[in-house]
């Protein structure tokens, strides 16, 4: 072996961590900021509290499981577990509702991330939702599978900038677009005001457009001629902007997803270089 050789199969290690820190550089940074699909919304726990150890905890377990596992291939489910040896109260009931605009990778993301944050939100309790910019993870012990829940839960309005009139007449033929397409997630825009609705999908069509009729009635009267609002019900939501969405705006979602995919090539390449 000459000594071009040698030095060649000694740096080659160093050259593998010289490449890998020069792309986690320009990379990682992006990566770890670029998704705000973790956003909080909104939190809800229940007061009672179940018993470490008990059929309720193995049930509730099984469920949590079961939404994270499944939002790997579709964007909503819901499960009622109920395993050998429970009684009726300690059956779970649990779902999760993707935002419609998520890939599977997101949406299982989104949906892992909020499991994690209920344990530490609702310590032992029988009860919990949360609400995250990219998804909704609820359950209980009480049934509410398929059923209508209009309350409110969550409401923000931007600051008060005077009356636009031609914003006011964009925002309301946008939140009339959005209700009428007859789908559990709807996105729209007309010119500067954009808007996004959607339902979880355990409600029939018509209690979906019902909700959502509701939370823009809400919406529109809590918030007045505000640039920008959120209203969020126990089982739909009804968001507008003038200036692009409060939380995430189409475009700033359109380069998180091509960072995304800069991201999944970068690791591969890193692994690779490892090996040499």
């Known amino acids: 072996m000459n000594y071009h050789e040698a030095y060649l199969l000694s740096s080659a290690p160093n050259l593998a961590v010289f490449l890998t820190t020069i792309v986690l550089s320009v990379v990682l940074f992006p990566c770890s900021s670029a998704s705000s699909l973790d956003s909080f919304i909104y939190v809800g726990c229940s007061q009672t509290k179940y018993s470490p150890g008990s059929p309720y905890e193995s049930n509730l377990n099984s469920v949590l ?16 577990i109920s395993l050998p040896g429970s009684t009726q109260a300690d059956v779970v009931y ?12 997101e949406c299982h993301h989104c949906v892992a991330n ?15 939702a949360l609400q995250l910019e990219g998804c909704f993870v609820k359950y ?4 509410f599978l398929g059923a209508q829940d209009k309350t409110v839960v ?5 600051p008060s900038i005077g009356y636009d009139s031609d914003m006011l007449a964009r925002r309301d033929a946008v939140l009339a677009y959005l209700t009428g397409g007859g789908q559990y997630f709807r996105e729209g825009r007309s010119e500067k005001v954009q808007g ?3 339902c979880v999908q355990d409600l029939s069509m018509n209690e979906c457009q019902d909700c959502l009729s509701e939370a823009i009635q809400r919406l529109k ?7 920008w609002g959120d209203m969020f019900l126990g089982k739909c939501y009804a968001r507008y902007s003038g200036s692009g969405y409060s939380s995430e705006s ?3 979602l359109h380069r998180r997803r091509g960072w995304f995919t800069v991201c999944a090539f970068t690791f591969s390449l890193i692994f690779v270089l490892m090996l040499f």
Do not use: H, W
């Open 65 to 80: 499981a079961s939404l994270v596992n499944s939002a790997s291939i579709s964007t909503f489910n819901s499960f009622k």
């Open 94 to 105: 649990g779902l999760y509702q993707c935002r419609g605009d998520l890939s599977s990778p």
């Open 114 to 128: 909020a499991v994690t944050r209920l344990s530490t939100y609702c310590v032992g309790t029988s009860g919990g």
């Open 140 to 143: 209980d012990n009480t049934p």
């Open 154 to 158: 969550s409401n923000k309005c931007g």
């Open 196 to 198: 996004m609705v959607q």
């Open 221 to 227: 009267s809590e918030c007045g001629s505000s640039p």
């Open 250 to 252: 189409s475009e700033q």
